[in-house]
């Protein structure tokens, strides 16, 4: 497949490895029966939930409902909406008083399944006993609406014998998607205006299993998105050190998408992800300052489209609970920018006649 090559576009998907960071909540009612809940966070990024102490900050919280053994009817919560749970300044809590439940006394075990955020719009909860926890989400199209989804569950859970909290291990159903930006030479430079990078054709819409954590996408159900950003001056030479990308955006401004595989947008515009960058592109002189413009000009930026994949097999994968960010390398031989190359002559020699020198004896100079 034939692509529209400005530059190379190298995926680094950033992530650490799933670091347990458990923080045990004070305990709800200790000489009672009342259950209570503590969080933890498996991962080490996200957006806008970095750790577990983030995500336990005053009116954060998440639904949750429970199952007892093989019954169907739900041991806490309902099969369409769980109770709300919310973190109060010290402890997670019932939003409602009148939520609240309690540990069962003949030894009978309960399944918990849980999402967060609780309440928003764009995510509708299922529950069963057997499925376990079902969630349908549609992202925004506004990176500020978007949120990071995330659900947890804990099988087979008893009253604790120390106290009465149960462990919630919230994990990330979505993919977290970042850019940086650099030039392959020293004197060239980019510049991209605020708000100027924008995703095309991805899937938007889907539901997933808990269970199985996989998502099953609608299939007619496509967007765009734009990444919220700050205009970015003078990106430069990246040299061997990745971490001389310039970024665009911050992490508080990521965007959470649908796991997803993809094909890239070609220069036959056939179906494929793509993004388009709205920038100048330009060289700058021995003299520090003088401006060469080569793509946009110094009052107008101007758009530039790439399929969004990296990938010599122009497939694309975006797993969940990943934070993938992408080196977009401006200077890389393309269509638009046209490297300087050089190529050799070396003029014949002229063949020039010097005459004949007839060789005779001559006397010897005198020598006073």
Request: charged residues 20%; contains cysteine; hydrophobic residues 35%.
């Amino acid at each position: 497949m034939k692509r529209n090559l400005l530059y190379a576009l190298t995926a680094v998907a950033m992530l650490t490895g799933c670091a347990k960071n458990d923080v045990v909540d004070s305990e709800i009612n200790k000489e009672g029966n009342l259950i209570g809940f503590s969080t933890y966070k498996n991962i080490s990024r996200g957006n806008p939930v970095d750790d577990n102490n983030e995500f336990q900050t005053e009116n954060n919280n998440f639904g949750v409902t429970a199952f007892i053994d093989d019954k169907e009817s739900p041991y806490m919560g309902t099969v369409d909406k769980g109770i709300e749970i919310v973190f109060d300044g010290s402890k997670w809590t019932y939003a409602n008083a009148a939520d609240q439940a309690y540990w069962p006394t003949n030894n009978e075990e309960l399944d918990f399944y849980a999402y967060a955020p609780y309440n928003n719009t764009a995510i509708k909860a299922s529950f069963s006993n057997a499925g376990g926890l079902i969630l349908t989400y549609t992202v925004p199209a506004t990176e500020a609406e978007q949120v990071d989804l995330m659900y947890a569950s804990a099988l087979d859970q008893s009253k604790p014998a120390e106290n009465n909290s149960v462990t919630l291990p919230f994990k990330h159903a979505l993919t977290q998607v970042n850019f940086k930006i650099g030039t392959k030479t020293t004197n060239l430079k980019v510049d991209v205006e605020a708000n100027g990078i924008q995703i095309h054709n991805l899937k938007n819409s889907g539901t997933f299993s808990t269970k199985n954590e996989t998502w099953t996408l609608t299939d007619d159900a496509t967007a765009e998105y734009t990444v919220t950003s700050k205009e970015v001056l003078e990106a430069s030479y990246y040299g061997n050190d990745q971490s001389q990308y310039t970024t665009i955006g911050n992490a508080d401004n990521a965007l959470m998408l649908l796991p997803q595989r993809f094909e890239a947008k070609s220069e036959e515009l056939t179906d494929g992800a793509y993004l388009t960058i709205s920038c100048k592109i330009y060289q700058v002189l021995a003299d520090g300052e003088t401006k060469v413009y080569l793509h946009g000009s110094e009052s107008e930026y101007k758009n530039i489209t790439v399929g969004i994949s990296s990938k010599k097999e122009e497939t694309e994968i975006w797993e969940r609970n990943k934070k993938v960010t992408y080196n977009l390398l401006i200077g890389a031989v393309g269509s638009i920018l046209k490297p300087i190359e050089f190529e050799t002559t070396v003029k014949d020699w002229i063949p020039a006649d010097g005459g004949v020198i007839e060789p005779t004896e001559v006397a010897a100079p005198v020598q006073e």
